[in-house]
């Protein structure tokens, strides 16, 4: 109980949540900001970066074609879309949301949640990377059958 009063462990608490919770809402306020590109990529290039490398000299999308503009139509409340364009997009997405939340909720209010979750993560670390890294290429295969580049060789 005495951990919960310590003001600081209170304190450390709430530096980890504005280190953690920043960059999340920083992603999540940018997306916002931006318009989703109808074509399903390129949407980055509104903040001033180049075409995707691997677009633009193989003709096919890298793993990660389409993450902006799905957050972009996320963070716009276009579910729908950001299926369309790049499901694991959405997945990616709702974790970012997830981890601004929390954040906020441990900065308001220090219990532990991190360390709690970071328990979580451990226990299932190698589970949760084979589930990501399964996640991305699905999106990115996705992503080739979407673009009518399926099967591979055009």
């Not at 290039?45 to 996320?74: D, E, K, N, V, W």
């Not at 996705?142 to 099967?151: G, I």
Request: glycine fraction near 10%; charge should be neutral.
């Amino acid at each position: 109980m005495a951990e919960a009063t310590d003001p600081a462990i209170t304190r450390r608490r709430r530096w980890v949540s504005l280190a953690v919770g920043a960059p999340a809402w920083a992603v999540i306020t940018l997306a916002a900001l931006l318009t989703p590109n109808p074509e399903g990529v390129g949407t980055h290039r509104q903040l001033g970066l180049g075409a995707c490398t691997i677009l633009s000299i193989t003709g096919y999308p890298c793993p990660m074609c389409g993450m902006t503009t799905t957050f972009t139509h996320m963070a716009h409340l276009d579910p729908l879309s950001a299926l369309a364009t790049q499901p694991f997009g959405v997945v990616l997405f709702l974790g970012t949301l997830s981890v601004a939340i929390l954040a906020l909720w441990e900065g308001l209010s220090p219990r532990g949640r991190w360390d709690q979750l970071l328990t979580i993560v451990e226990r299932w670390d190698l589970r949760i990377a084979l589930t990501l890294f399964l996640g991305l290429i699905g999106g990115w295969l996705y992503k080739v059958a979407a673009m009518d580049l399926w099967p591979l060789g055009g």
